[in-house]
């Protein structure tokens, strides 16, 4: 499958950015699939910072209560809403679909906060 993330910029610290998702030619139909947002920040491994499935969300600590992972499955969509941005949050944002062995990456989308 395919995946095309978007919504990436540049943001000050204390604002919103809301990144999207969009799915397409998977093997199984999306609402199968558990999607993850990850990030990796200059010098530094990738980390998950959230993750969906139709029985609820996950979030990384210093993510939860500003970020919202959800989903539309009509549109094969997922997005990542994040909020209070703070500089520590500047980093490249990847989109990851799993569902048995089939695990697609997306090209990435930056996110940069700064003043």
């Known amino acids: 499958g395919q995946l095309v993330e978007s919504g990436g910029g540049l943001v000050q610290p204390g604002g919103s950015l809301r990144l999207s998702c969009a799915a397409s030619?998977?093997?199984?139909?999306?609402?199968?699939?558990?999607m993850r947002w990850y990030r990796q920040a200059p010098g530094k491994e990738r980390e998950l910072v959230a993750s969906?499935?139709?029985?609820?969300?996950n979030y990384a600590d210093d993510v939860k209560g500003r970020f919202t992972i959800s989903r539309d499955n009509a549109k094969n969509t997922v997005y990542l809403q994040m909020n209070s941005l703070k500089p520590e949050d500047t980093a490249v944002y990847y989109c990851?679909?799993?569902?048995?062995?089939?695990?697609?990456w997306g090209q990435g989308t930056q996110v940069t906060v700064s003043s």
């Open positions: 969906i499935t139709n029985g609820g969300t």
């Open positions: 030619g998977f093997t199984f139909s999306f609402s199968n699939y558990v």
């Open positions: 990851n679909a799993v569902l048995f062995r089939e695990s697609s």
